[in-house]
């Protein structure tokens, strides 16, 4: 069957990092795909993997071992504006995405 | 550019009645799909269509129709509503879903069935 496993919910300090994690099992893979969604808004995109490795975007990475069935989204220098849901998903081999049901990040001052 | 507009924002609905939830892009995507969301779930693919004129059926199709006449236009239309069917819907396009495109979604519709 197909699964994305990921915490559901996760706390860090104002200017801490935090690394999410998410492990995932689907028919296929075209690439592992971050969104972020706000509380009563539409999930943006984040980033995308689709070979091993750390791909850096500002203050967000995310990392990819495809052997392992793994990823994960590093948050640094974490500011208030943060604090949402993180969501992880797989694209599987009909090029549809498969979606965890996300970590709600709440930021501390 | 709105990029992809949802009506209505939010609707409360008696069971049994029909309903049409509209979604509308601008980017001249090929794809487009309709989700749901549900509390401690991850986004549920309901219907999906590949270009204008054909769709396809995601997870959770039961109860759901959508048809795609043109490149913009996607509605979903719940024929018989059912509490069951609370939920959030996202509408989303990509370029293609021949490939790794990443999918915009609109805002959402909070949909209450009583």
């Known amino acids: 069957g197909q699964n994305i496993d990921q915490p559901t919910e996760m706390t860090a300090t104002e200017g801490a990092i935090v690394q999410i994690n998410c492990t995932y099992q689907t028919s296929g893979f075209n690439g592992l795909f971050w969104y972020q969604q706000h509380a009563g808004e539409a999930p943006t995109f984040l980033s995308y993997n689709v070979l091993d490795g750390l791909e850096e975007k500002g203050r967000f990475s995310s990392f990819l071992s495809r052997s392992k069935g793994y990823s994960y989204l590093l948050l640094k220098e974490l500011q208030m504006k943060d604090s949402a849901s993180y969501l992880c998903a797989s694209m599987d081999s009909n090029y549809q995405l498969i979606w965890g049901a996300g970590t709600k990040l709440i930021i501390k001052p | 550019i709105a990029g992809i507009t949802q009506a209505p924002t939010s609707q409360i609905l008696a069971a049994g009645r029909r309903m049409t939830l509209r979604c509308t892009q601008d980017?001249?995507?090929?794809?487009m799909y309709w989700y749901r969301q549900d509390l401690g779930l991850g986004l549920r693919l309901i219907h999906y269509s590949n270009t204008a004129g054909t769709t396809g059926k995601g997870e959770v199709p039961d109860g759901y129709s959508v048809s795609r006449a043109n490149t913009d236009d996607f509605p979903l239309t719940l024929a018989s509503a059912v509490p069951s069917q609370t939920s959030v819907y996202f509408c989303?396009?990509?370029?293609?879903?021949?490939?790794?495109?990443?999918?915009?979604f609109g805002p959402g519709t909070r949909l209450t069935v009583l």
């Open positions: 989303a396009s990509s370029d293609s879903v021949t490939s790794a495109d990443t999918q915009y």
């Open positions: 980017m001249r995507h090929n794809a």
